[in-house]
């Protein structure tokens, strides 16, 4: 059975016999108005199941108008993720190291997926995305906000056969392959040590995407890696209003992209740069990463649990690391152990 096949087949919570919310959202994502007995119609419910229906919808950040006469109709519709559509922009190599593609409507987190899959003696080559997130996580166990087809939730499992060392500067890897794309198509994207995808606007930078790599294996045999990108596709006000830090989105910045056209580019560059990862390193990837490193030569706090160092951001090294400037002496820091601010 072809990915494609299987992306259309697996879809959590999506029964052809039961009608889901998921199910409603797609019927709506047209943007037209749908009465409620042809929407019943469509799914083999009632009028009153179809009602049901409609007011979970604000939960998921989504709202609806109603007109007399003419039905309902979602505002600001999202494009439902596609996977047949997702397989069909993918060139020949990449269809080909794509072993599975799970379109989730709606899962715990992405990376628990796929985690959950070599679990299981798979996961090598699979890629998990979601409509929404109940327990989507960041880097230092920091939760990521969700509203249904509001985010790209995309998880990718990779095997490296060289051990955890091989792993260093990975996740720097991949923040600069989803530069490349972003830039691609007009954002003027930078990145923040180690793993945010940050955009300046109007009210300063914002952030419109992270990065989460968890790593499960030996430091010298054979390991597991999920590669985890969340990325701001449309916010409701009220979603805004609750994230706690300058955030941006997708349609705020190129309303045109096309979800299912970026997350196709995006398994096609993870497929390439995943397999040239474990001969090179991060070396092939390090001079394009701190030419987007926002705050390169710029000054910054570093936080340490209660500690608080100043400095001068440079670069990045061979091995992922940030260099700073303390003091006049240059200081390196690893991913895990510490948080990055920049100080005006």
Known sequence: MSAATQADKRISGYE?????????????????????EALGREVGVSRTAI???????????????????????LLNPPEPLRGADIVANLSRPARQCLKHLFVEDSTGSTN??????FAQ????????????????????????????????????????????GALEGLSLAVGVIMADLLSERGIDIQLKWPNDLLVSTASGMSKLGGILVEVRGDTSGPCQVVIGIGVNV??????????????TT????????????LVSAMIEAHMQMLGRFEETGFTAWHDRWNDYHVYRNR?????????????MAKGVDDTGNLIVSIDGEDKRFAGGEVSLRGRS
């Not at 797609?26 to 943007?31: I, K, V």
């Not at 009602?51 to 109709?73: F, H, M, N, P």
């Open 250 to 261: 997708l349609s705020d910045l190129a309303p045109d992209i096309s979800r299912n056209a």
């Open 299 to 311: 000054p910054v706090q570093i936080y340490q649990g209660s500690t608080v160092s100043e400095g």
């Open 234 to 247: 449309r916010l409701s006000e009220k979603g805004r209003a609750g994230i706690e830090q300058s955030v």
């Open 51 to 73: 009602w049901k229906q409609l007011r979970k919808l604000e939960g998921l950040g989504l709202s609806v108008e109603t007109a007399r006469g003419c039905g309902y109709r």
């Open 16 to 36: 052809r016999n039961a009608m889901s919310v998921s199910d409603l959202i797609r019927l709506m994502s047209d943007g037209a108005f749908h009465s409620g």
């Open 112 to 117: 628990t997926f796929v985690l959950e899959r």
């Open 121 to 164: 003696g798979a996961g090598h080559g699979e890629v998990c995305l979601a409509e929404w997130q109940s327990a989507g996580r960041g880097r230092r166990g920091r939760s990521f906000y969700s509203e249904w087809g509001g985010n790209i939730h995309f998880s990718i499992g990779w095997q490296f056969e060289s051990g955890v």
